[in-house]
């Protein structure tokens, strides 16, 4: 069984920045995928970014955050980073990590694991 936490989340004014990390416990496969989700008030849960465990790291992005996040791993501490800059408002939300296993890269559905969340609040 894998384990997530997240921290890192606060309070930012817009056009800041925040570094979100997911630490991970358990068996971390080589196939594994690891992805950050967020959900906003009264929206759907949507597709942040994700990253591959694997040695070439593979990452995704969604569309409206592509060229203001960066998703990155440290193997050697389980850990997966989300670096948010240019921070919007739109951007406030519960942010979650989770681990895959296998399946849609896009998907929530193909997540396995989940950490508890933290929240995000971008001020204008």
């Known amino acids: 069984q894998v384990q997530l936490v997240e921290s890192g989340g606060g309070l930012v004014q817009a056009g800041g920045s925040l570094r979100l990390s997911c630490a991970a416990s358990g068996r971390i496969l080589s196939n594994v995928a690891m992805g950050w989700f967020r959900q906003a008030p009264g929206k759907e849960r949507e597709f942040v970014a994700a990253?591959?465990?694997?040695?070439?790291?593979?990452?995704y992005y969604a569309d409206s955050v592509k060229d203001r996040f960066t998703i990155s791993r440290d193997n050697a501490k389980t850990t997966v980073y989300l670096q948010m800059n240019s921070l919007k408002p739109e951007d406030t939300a519960v942010y979650y990590c989770?681990?895959?296993?296998?399946?849609?890269?896009?998907?929530?559905?193909?997540?396995?694991?989940w950490g508890q969340g933290t929240q995000v609040t971008v001020s204008s």
């Open positions: 989770a681990a895959r296993l296998g399946g849609g890269i896009y998907s929530s559905s193909s997540y396995d694991y």
């Open positions: 990253i591959t465990w694997t040695w070439n790291s593979c990452t």
